[in-house]
């Protein structure tokens, strides 16, 4: 098979299993907590890294922001190999008692974002793989964590969240927003294969944070440090599967 004309990868290089964070930056994050991390390939916003974990052989590869690219990456990783998806990212909460570091593990996403609505009807469910939405939960408590487990939203607007849409996910029970979940969700399910998705709350919409309001970087101290729980668990989870 060719190759894959964004991230630059080819059949053999990349291994069944890929994490798939939005942020280039935390495929170091996570390989540093790994061994034999080896750089595969590296273009635009995707930065794809073999390595392994207690034994566990992953691929890494960062999707960029949002669902088009996120797209992509589950694209052009199916074609080669990958089987399943685990998504370890950020999110808003959108209850009124979470707090920043709270971990989430998606059941389900809404699809509030175009690139999914072009691969099927916006009535078909975004969903996980029930094995790895599992995984994930129990990589949670094997380092005793508590977590969120739930329906989120995937949005494609992040300055547009006004109020009556917050509002609105707030009633209907919606845990946290993010904007990548939903494509890999439907993307995964269409083909046959398997994702789920972890994320640490990074701000909380209904007190009327988001990420960055209180730190002069994207990420505020305390959410930069429980990211690192999240690759954890998230790691723990893939040895599990």
């Not at 930056?25 to 974990?53: H, Q």
């Not at 487990?149 to 009633?171: H, L, M, T």
Request: hydrophobic share 40%.
């Amino acid at each position: 098979m060719a190759k894959q004309p964004h991230l630059l990868v080819e059949e053999g290089d990349v291994h069944e299993t890929a994490i798939i964070p939005g942020d280039p930056g935390r495929v170091d994050r996570i390989a540093d907590l790994c061994d034999d991390g080896e750089l595969v390939a590296e273009n635009r916003e995707y930065k794809v890294v073999n390595a392994s974990y207690e034994g566990v052989d992953l691929t890494i590869c960062s999707t960029g922001i949002g669902c088009p690219s996120a797209a992509i990456a589950v694209e052009e990783l199916s074609r080669v190999g990958v089987e399943t998806f685990v998504r370890c990212g950020t999110c808003g909460a959108l209850q009124a008692d979470m707090e920043v570091g709270d971990m989430v593990v998606a059941t389900g996403a809404a699809k509030e974002e175009g690139t999914s609505k072009r691969y099927e009807s916006a009535v078909y469910p975004a969903v996980p793989d029930y094995e790895v939405l599992s995984a994930l939960v129990d990589g949670a408590e094997a380092n005793d964590e508590e977590v969120h487990v739930g329906p989120i939203v995937s949005d494609d607007a992040f300055y547009n969240e006004s109020d009556d849409f917050v509002d609105d996910w707030e009633a209907a029970n919606l845990l946290a927003i993010e904007m990548e979940a939903a494509t890999v969700f439907s993307l995964a399910r269409r083909k046959g294969l398997s994702a789920g998705a972890i994320c640490t709350v990074d701000g909380n919409l209904v007190a009327g944070t988001q990420k960055g309001a209180d730190s002069d970087d994207e990420l505020p101290e305390k959410a930069k440090d429980n990211v690192e729980r999240a690759i954890r668990i998230t790691l723990d989870a893939v040895v599990g599967l």
